[in-house]
């Protein structure tokens, strides 16, 4: 089963996968995009979030493994851009969003489940300021969104919304698995 684990920054992603990964050593675990960069600064621009789309997409293309959990992907990326657009009162280039279709289409026909942590008020992560709170907020409302789009997200794909405490997201997970 091949899982992406989707959300904004700071809404437990990492969290539920290493749980997930101490239950389920046989699935292999890609890691966040972000990690792989080289040079990656935590300062957002849209060619960052451009370059992990591309790297997210690809490694879900690329990889063979039929037992993966990938934090984030092609998806969460398309969100951040944006989300980046909309606060910085601009669009997204149309030749950038039909490229970034085409390779989130491309990566989601390998993908079977898709589980998104939105945030709630329930479930809240406190974050300080210095994780560009409006960016996660508006990053999450846009990829709320994004997930009910059939033209992103493949039918054959399970899309999951979970919510709750770390062991109820894990239990979520599970309930799913084979």
């Not at 993966?68 to 969460?76: F, N």
Request: net charge negative; hydrophobic share 50%.
């Amino acid at each position: 089963m091949r899982i992406v684990v989707s959300g904004t920054h700071a809404s437990g992603k990492s969290t539920l996968i290493a749980d997930l990964r101490l239950r389920h050593p046989e699935f292999e675990v890609l890691p966040d995009p972000f990690e792989l960069l080289d040079e990656a600064s935590d300062s957002p621009s849209a060619a960052m979030f451009a370059a992990q789309l591309r790297l997210s997409a690809d490694r879900l293309i690329v990889e063979t493994a039929s037992d993966l959990i990938a934090e984030r992907g092609p998806l969460d990326f398309l969100a951040y851009l944006l989300a980046w657009a909309e606060l910085s009162g601009g669009e997204l280039d149309e030749q950038v969003r039909d490229h970034a279709t085409a390779l989130i289409v491309a990566a989601m026909r390998t993908v079977d489940v898709l589980v998104v942590l939105p945030l709630t008020t329930r479930d809240a992560i406190p974050v300080s300021d210095d994780e560009h709170i409006a960016l996660r907020e508006t990053t999450n409302d846009v990829l709320l969104e994004l997930i009910d789009d059939p033209d992103l997200v493949a039918g054959h794909v399970l899309v999951r919304e979970i919510t709750g405490t770390p062991a109820e997201r894990v239990a979520a997970v599970e309930a799913f698995l084979p």
